[in-house]
């Protein structure tokens, strides 16, 4: 079966470019989350969608982040201007239910801001 | 918010040897999950747990959602060389909208 598959898996760009991270949830699943890691603070939850609308954006660093889900079996996080900051990997998860069900996570994007 | 302990940071052991992780939390938990992440992958589901002194296995994994809902342990026993990679744990408060919160996460070495 097909996990969570995200694309790019690396990207690496200047700083003030757009960047567009993709994911395609595990067909089925209704729960889609968006983390960022480093090695300074871990595993951060982005922002999370049930049934394609975004629930809680609460991790959102700021208005440079945004994501959609413009429906079941694909989501974008986007940010715009970046920063060499934003430098980190990006994954993507999701559930079948909501935030009390185990997520899969997809294979992350690795993402370098010069 | 609440924050999840798990330490040491590093942990090494030779082949064959069993380990143990613990991860405290100052908050109670309603959820414990052990996740397992090798390089250039996202990570990987081990076990999950929901009830408090619950004990799970997984093959050579068992871990346990402690008395207290404040700790979990997670153990491999007869380690391999395939078992390297990092450990993190995950806790759920209780609530529909609760995240998960994830610790920082174990880096296992095992030496052949």
């Known amino acids: 079966d097909a996990g969570v598959i995200q694309s790019p898996r690396h990207e690496v760009t200047e700083m003030g470019q757009e960047v567009t991270l993709r994911c395609k949830p595990i067909?089925?699943?209704?729960?889609l989350f968006w983390y960022r890691q480093t090695m300074m603070r871990g595993l951060e939850l982005l922002i999370y969608?049930?049934?394609?609308?975004?629930?809680?954006d609460s991790g959102m660093p700021e208005d440079r982040f945004s994501a959609k889900m413009p429906n079941a079996s694909f989501s974008t996080l986007k940010i715009q201007p970046s920063e060499p900051r934003d430098s980190a990997v990006y994954f993507c998860?999701?559930?079948?239910?909501?935030?009390?069900?185990?997520?899969?996570f997809g294979d992350g994007t690795r993402l370098s801001i010069l | 918010g609440q924050q999840l302990n798990q330490s040491p940071q590093s942990m090494f052991i030779q082949e064959g040897e069993d380990v143990s992780m613990n991860c405290t939390s100052s908050?109670?938990?309603?959820?414990w999950l052990w996740y397992k992440q090798d390089p250039g992958e996202g990570p990987v589901l081990l076990i999950a747990?929901?009830?408090?002194?619950e004990l799970t296995s997984n093959g050579r994994l068992t871990a346990q959602f402690g008395i207290t809902r404040k700790d979990s342990f997670l153990n491999i026993s007869a380690s391999i060389p395939s078992d390297v990679g990092i450990y993190f744990c995950a806790g759920q408060v209780a609530g529909a909208n609760s995240k998960l919160t994830f610790g920082k996460g174990i880096t296992l070495s095992v030496r052949p």
């Open positions: 998860a999701s559930s079948l239910g909501g935030l009390d069900q185990p997520q899969h």
């Open positions: 908050s109670i938990f309603n959820t």
């Open positions: 969608f049930n049934n394609n609308v975004p629930i809680d």
């Open positions: 067909s089925g699943h209704n729960s």
């Open positions: 747990l929901y009830k408090a002194g």
